[in-house]
């Protein structure tokens, strides 16, 4: 295996989304194996001491490598936790020559340095049908269910325990501190949640959705004027993807199923943000699954839409070099 062809798809894999932009992965590669291991030491100890994000972050990242690889048009083929004895190695992609590339393939593959996560109000828009069933495909394909939350009591629901863990969240110091560390790191860094994507939620949204506030010392009087009319409803379309079961193996097919929704929604020019204050505190998770009926655990909140002005900011990335060892070089 050619190893610049492994430089260009970790390159690729790299611009997948993850917890505060933590890039909690690293890369080996030799042969034509693709070895994707997980950095406990970029998780989140506060908002994510299982682990749970990280490794859903992680699965986002092997998603866009096997798309990569699929739309150079090699055959993939993916281990999960792959040694017993190394629980940090979670998965091995393997690439060889193979069959070609699908449409599908590059189309994903083509959006992947354009999607973001958009903050900012979204049109009132709604989604159209079929665009609504291509995302819960690609949910499906991955192993995961999309739950939409559709009726007025589960909008509700949904919109009470999203008010409810951020409040809990914003109220822990600790967890002030965490996220003060991954946001507006200044224009070197390379990782975390620069000022400007943190910011454009300061647009009035419409929305009893509450998106988390990256600007922990954001002084609320100056930042939001009380607007003369109200900000046009957005129409978001909420959605719940998980899993039946809750350990790394579903974290990594969560975070798959994220990557192919994710990118398949910025296929249809369909902007995303994640909303998952509420998975993160134990209380409101467990609710979240009894208010919703979910047969399985929810990993994943998103609201989906159209507009969003300019379609989000871009976030740093680490350079391919740190991320990726190739011993054979
Ligand atoms: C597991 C996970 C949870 C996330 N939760 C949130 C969230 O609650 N609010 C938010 O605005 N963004 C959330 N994000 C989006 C990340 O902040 C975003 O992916 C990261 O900053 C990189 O930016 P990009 O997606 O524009 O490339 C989450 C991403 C992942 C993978």
Redesign the pocket.
């Known amino acids: 295996m050619d190893q610049q062809v492994m430089r260009d798809i970790v390159e690729q894999a790299g611009?997948a989304?993850?917890?505060?932009?933590t890039q909690p992965w690293r890369f080996v590669a030799h042969g034509n194996a693709l070895e994707v291991w997980t950095d406990p030491e970029r998780g989140l100890d506060v908002l994510d001491p299982t682990g749970r994000?990280r490794h859903?972050?992680c699965g986002?990242a092997l998603l866009h490598a096997r798309v990569a690889a699929a739309a150079r048009g090699y055959e993939t083929a993916v281990t999960l936790e792959p040694d017993p004895t190394q629980p940090e190695h979670l998965a091995t992609l393997r690439v060889t020559e193979g069959a070609g590339r699908t449409a599908e393939d590059q189309r994903l593959a083509d959006v992947i340095s354009e999607?973001?996560?958009t903050?900012a109000a979204f049109s009132t828009e709604p989604l159209a049908a079929d665009v609504v069933a291509a995302l819960q495909q690609a949910a499906h394909v991955e192993g995961c269910w999309l739950r939409l939350v559709e009726t007025p009591d589960d909008a509700i629901a949904v919109a009470v325990l999203l008010a409810r863990a951020d409040e809990l969240e914003k109220a822990d110091p600790a967890y002030r501190d965490e996220l003060h560390r991954w946001t507006g790191r200044g224009d070197k860094a390379r990782d975390g949640?620069p000022a400007p994507?943190a910011e454009s939620d300061e647009s009035p949204r419409g929305s009893t959705f509450v998106?988390?506030d990256?600007v922990s010392d954001r002084d609320i009087a100056a930042s939001s004027p009380s607007p003369e009319e109200p900000p046009p409803a957005e129409k978001p379309l909420v959605v719940v993807l998980g899993t039946r079961d809750d350990d790394v193996r579903s974290w990594l097919e969560a975070g798959q199923g994220?990557g192919r929704l994710l990118l398949t929604a910025a296929s249809l020019g369909v902007a995303a943000?994640?909303?998952?204050?509420p998975l993160e505190v134990p209380d409101t998770r467990a609710r979240l699954t009894a208010e919703l009926g979910l047969l399985g655990h929810p990993q994943?909140l998103l609201r989906l839409g159209y507009g969003g002005e300019g379609g989000?900011t871009?976030?740093p990335r680490r350079p391919v070099q740190d991320i990726l060892t190739q011993p054979d070089e």
């Open positions: 611009r989304p993850s917890i505060h932009n994000a859903l972050s986002a999607r973001r996560t903050r949640i994507a998106l988390r990256f994220l943000s994640p909303m998952t204050q994943m989000g871009e976030t």
